[in-house]
């Protein structure tokens, strides 16, 4: 397949390419020069994590406080030995 530079350095992706990868509009590619070629990568998970990181409010604070929460009231300082 080939395809050609545009004037201001854009290259449209062949259609087969795209459904393939799945590639949709407005999707971010990491792009990189490799022994001369030109290689264009979706982000894997751990760079999809990375862009999300810190995005998501906690109001309890930590992970620890937030499992506290979830299981209630602590049962065992309450009864008696």
Known sequence: MHCSVGERG???IPKESRDALGLVPGMRLEVSVTDGALVLRKPGIGEALEAWAGTADNPYGSTDEFI??????????????
Do not use: N, S
């Not at 506290?68 to 030995?81: E, F, K, N, S, V």
């Open 10 to 12: 854009e290259v449209t």
């Open 68 to 81: 506290a929460a979830l299981r209630g009231p602590d049962r065992d300082r309450d009864r008696a030995w």
